[in-house]
T-cell receptor
Framework: SQQGEEDPQALSIQEGENATMNCSYKTSINNLQWYRQNSGRGLVHLILIRSNEREKHSGRLRVTLDTSKKSSSLLITASRAADTASYFCATDDKYSNYQLIWGAGTKLIIKP | GAGVSQTPSNKVTEKGKYVELRCDPISGHTALYWYRQSLGQGPEFLIYFQGTGAADDSGLPNDRFFAVRPEGSVSTLKIQRTERGDSAVYLC????????????FGAGTRLSVL
């Protein structure tokens, strides 16, 4: 079953603008991950944030986590055409060390 | 190889036929996952292997689906008596168990049942 819910479902912005995607989840977690999927390809891990962290950066990516609201956001700054992809959040289950529970994703389109 | 390899990349079959999908994980990764992904959806968990054993097969939709990993490396997902509803992209992922479960995915097999 899907736990995470991303919003928006789709986002279209101009190259150079910032893109923000949100993820909500339902249960207690140890960590939350974001993945990217280019059309017709597998998923690629982007960043992981632990439940005791509130913010994390990696290059042009910024992830926040609010465990009280059970939500996370992914910000991509200075977007590029190559950022066009679907973005998924995945949460582990606090009581399982192997299951990841996935949202339905946000489809991001960067217009040149 | 350097990454997770899945073959074939595309498979077209007729309703009622048997298909096998192969996954070659990253060397040394003990955990292996199979997912199914429909258009516009996230991955749907099918089965998880730790080594050679299926530690959790609760996501397999019915007994037409079966997966093996006999030597703890390559895995094969087998679908009997395929139905049109089985059409989807089948993704395989592997991970180093215990390392925060960061999963590495193959490019998937797109299965089309006509």
């Amino acid at each position: 079953s899907q736990q995470g819910e991303e919003d928006p479902q789709a986002l279209s912005i101009q190259e150079g603008e910032n893109a923000t995607m949100n993820c909500s989840y339902k249960t207690s977690i140890n960590n939350l991950q974001w993945y990217r999927q280019n059309s017709g390809r597998g998923l690629v891990h982007l960043i992981l944030i632990r439940s005791n962290e509130r913010e994390k950066h990696s290059g042009r990516l910024r992830v926040t986590l609010d465990t009280s609201k059970k939500s996370s956001s992914l910000l991509i700054t200075a977007s590029r055409a190559a950022d066009t992809a679907s973005y998924f959040c995945a949460t582990d289950d606090k009581y399982s060390n192997y299951q990841l529970i996935w949202g339905a994703g946000t489809k991001l389109i960067i217009k040149p | 190889g350097a990454g997770v390899s899945q073959t074939p990349s595309n498979k077209v079959t007729e309703k009622g036929k048997y298909v096998e999908l192969r996954c070659d994980p990253i060397s040394g990764h003990t955990a292996l996952y199979w997912y199914r992904q429909s258009l516009g959806q996230g991955p749907e968990f099918l089965i998880y292997f730790q080594g050679t054993g299926a530690a959790d097969d609760s996501g397999l939709p019915n007994d037409r689906f079966f997966a093996v990993r006999p030597e703890g490396s390559v895995s094969t997902l087998k679908i009997q008596r395929t139905e049109r509803g089985d059409s989807a992209v089948y993704l395989c992922a592997s991970s180093l168990q215990g390392v925060e479960n960061i999963q590495y995915f193959g490019a998937g097999t797109r299965l089309s049942v006509l």
